[in-house]
Each structure stands twice: as structure tokens, then as C-alpha cells.
């Protein structure tokens, strides 16, 4: 697959222009080679990873947490680190963070959200999608014990703060990453749980002052989704090899 060819279908096809985003979206690290055909992808642009992808002679990595985030660092110490692994490799790095989170079709939060459809065979429901997270309201009561079932089933990690005293749901909101800031959102918007990935413990303080029941599923386990739905997107589209490299810490 043509370098340029691939960085213009990705750029254009996850919208990366259209986000304000502290991380610096796109093409990250370059290569001295034309062709790409052998493509690793990872949640965390991380020395470990980069080590797998040397060994594996890659010619890409495409992450969802890259290298840069809004400043320009000095090149020093892991900076420099996973820097000269990728470039005294000629292996090339393609970073997208919020683009990857709320894109319509391979983001985090619509690829959690259909997988909640699924598993619990919800049949007549209604997507909203608001600035960067979905809501979806259904007509089938769920009992908010059967959550436990869904994070097992997809090997997520389960917080639950059942600070509204729900016995059954009816509408969740999808909010990826650091979402909890928008609890009270959520909980204008009447849904009954909101389901992110990490807090801090004031936004936990407040969720519970305005009984928003929540549902911390941890980072590094739901965003595994969204680079795994754009590697499918890749495999239809071009003749190109394309791995997971699945690595937390």
C-alpha cells in the first residue's frame, strides 16, 4: 500500500482536522519507505511495543495514545528512547486519540455501544450523539445487576456507583477516556447510567451530589475496540498485513 495513499485515507476517513485535540493527530513519525505492508496497531505508542514491532519487521504503527501531546517536547529520555526505535528502523507512526474516540463507525464509544446492543439482544432503541459522547435509550428494562455479565463478557473492568439506587435501566451514556465531567450532562439528559472510563475524585463527588449512577470500565480495556474496528476498516479497504500488538503494563 502507497504510504501517501494510506496516510490520506486515514486522515480523511477519521476526520482527524475536524477535533480539537491536544494530541497532535496523524502522522507522527515518518519513514523513508514508499510502501507499507506490514502494519502493527496498539492502544500506547510505548518503547514495548515499538521493541515487538523491530523484532516483527513493521513497517507502521498505528496507536491510539501517540507520542505527542499538546507541546513540543525535547527528545530526551523516553522521548529519545521510543524515538530512535522507530526511526533507526524505518518503522513510521500514526497516532489518533479523540478522532478514534467519537468517530461514528470505529470510535471507542460507538464500537462499546453496539456491543451493549448486542449482548443484551436490545431490539428497538434510539441513538443520540451529542459533541463527543452517544446515548442510547431502549424500550427493554435491563436489570443493573446484568452489567456485571457485559463487562465480564468482554474482559472490562467494573466500577459501579449505583448512586440514583437503580434496580433496572433504560438508557446509558457512552462518554470514552476521562468522561465523568460529563455526569451532569448525563444526568440533565435523563439517562440513567453513565458509563466511562477513569475519574477523578472530585467529579466522582460530584456524580454522586446529583445521583448520576456510573460505570467506570478502566482505560486501557475499552480502547482496545476502536483501533481493532479501524484495523478491520484497513483489511477491507487495502492488501495489507495488519497485527495487534496487545500490551497494557
Not at 7 to 21: P, Q
Not at 176 to 196: C, N
Request: net charge negative; with cysteine; proline share 1%.
Amino acid at each position: 500500500m502507497n504510504k501517501i495513499e494510506l496516510i490520506k485515507f486515514l486522515n480523511e476517513y477519521l476526520k482527524v482536522d475536524e477535533y480539537e485535540d491536544n494530541s497532535k493527530n496523524g502522522l507522527q513519525v515518518d519513514s523513508q519507505k514508499n510502501e507499507i505492508r506490514k502494519i502493527w496497531y496498539a492502544v500506547d505508542a510505548t518503547s514495548y511495543i515499538f521493541d515487538k514491532a523491530v523484532k516483527e519487521n513493521v513497517d507502521m504503527v498505528i496507536c491510539h495514545h501517540g507520542l505527542f501531546w499538546g507541546f513540543d517536547p525535547v527528545v530526551v529520555w523516553t522521548y529519545y528512547d521510543r524515538l530512535s526505535k522507530l526511526i533507526k528502523n524505518d518503522i513510521a507512526l500514526y497516532g489518533c486519540h479523540l478522532p478514534l474516540d467519537w468517530h461514528e463507525e470505529v470510535g471507542n464509544n460507538v464500537v462499546m455501544l453496539n456491543k451493549f446492543v448486542d449482548f443484551f439482544n436490545i431490539k428497538n432503541s434510539n441513538t443520540e450523539q451529542f459533541d463527543y459522547s452517544f446515548g442510547l435509550r431502549f424500550y427493554n428494562w435491563i436489570d443493573i445487576e446484568q452489567i456485571e455479565k457485559y463487562c465480564d463478557k468482554f474482559g472490562l473492568q467494573k466500577w459501579i456507583y449505583n448512586f440514583w439506587n437503580l434496580d433496572k435501566i433504560s438508557s446509558v451514556y457512552f462518554s470514552s477516556g476521562g468522561g465523568l465531567s460529563h455526569a451532569k450532562s448525563a444526568k440533565e439528559k435523563g439517562f440513567d447510567l453513565l458509563i466511562t472510563w477513569e475519574w477523578a475524585h472530585y467529579e466522582m463527588s460530584l456524580a454522586k451530589d446529583m445521583w448520576q449512577s456510573i460505570l467506570i470500565w478502566w482505560h486501557y480495556e475499552t480502547e482496545i475496540f476502536g483501533v481493532q474496528a479501524l484495523a478491520k476498516k484497513l483489511k477491507e479497504k487495502f492488501w495489507v498485513e495488519i497485527v495487534f500488538l496487545d500490551e497494557k503494563y
